[in-house]
């Protein structure tokens, strides 16, 4: 299996009858969402088909990511997004994320384990960054629209737990939101390749929890179990997970307890991440927490409207 190659985008290829089913077995947005569009600036900057900044420079595909390692972990299916004929498998490489001090060097084989399918017409469709040892499909196979290639992994050239779906015709790489380039800037093209609707999500929440103490970046990433608090807990603390957030983008957090407000704050974020996280908290001064529900509140706006929101609670004892 070839590496995955990054083709600039030539002339609009009218889609005609050719579609694509949602390519993993998971609901996007909410249990799955999309990281990074493809990269629609022909310069050194990066933009997705709506203009806005939800892709990187060069970027072929469309990402579909999970929310934690503990959620690849538990197992992700890669469905083919159309009927066609497996042209070549690649497997056997670690799921080891590429910021980690032992990632391996994947020079020649970002696309990590993965496949190519071939379609009616010219279309093709390429599957990168799938689990070691994961996938069920052999080079000549045929598969139906739907058929399970594999698992969502880790391995190649990336940093989260995600699909990758490149999508060619004629060699050519084609937007699946915008097949024949006719987006503008403004709402979604009128003839995307998705046979069902897909929503453009220009950012979001990915997850929330309480903790005893602010948590560190990795394990927020990991996955951070959602484990309730003692009444004697140090400290009362909010953490918010988001994705796709642009500088001047607001969060706002808030505690409630069985007696009201227990923190509330608005964070002006600073600058424009693929990923971050964020938390408020409010350390012990009486002997106890007060016994009762505490909920946790989380809401993303931007220029004034909210992209998400998102609660969680527990019961204090």
Known sequence: MKPLVLVALMAPASAGAFTLDLPVDCVVPGQCFIQNYQDRDPGPGAADYTC???SY????GTD??????AAMQKGVAVLAAAPGVVAGVRDGMEDLAQNSPDAPDVRGRECGNGLVIDHEGGWQTQYCHMAKGSLRVRSGQSVA???PLGLIGLSGQTEFPHLHLAVRRNGVEIDPFDPDGEAACGPGPVAPLWSAPLAYAPGGLIGAGFAADVPSWPAVRAGLPQAGLTRTAPALVL??????NRQGDDLHLTITGPDGVVIE?????????AQAFRAIGKRLRAPQWAAGRYEGT???KRAGATIGTLTVSMEMD
């Open 64 to 69: 579909f990511a999970l929310p934690t390692t």
């Open 52 to 54: 806005a900044p939800l």
């Open 298 to 300: 989380a809401v993303l």
């Open 57 to 60: 420079d060069g970027h072929s």
């Open 265 to 273: 704050e608005t964070l002006v974020l600073d600058r424009t991440q």
């Open 145 to 147: 629209a739907g058929t």
């Open 239 to 244: 953490w918010v997970h988001y994705f796709g």
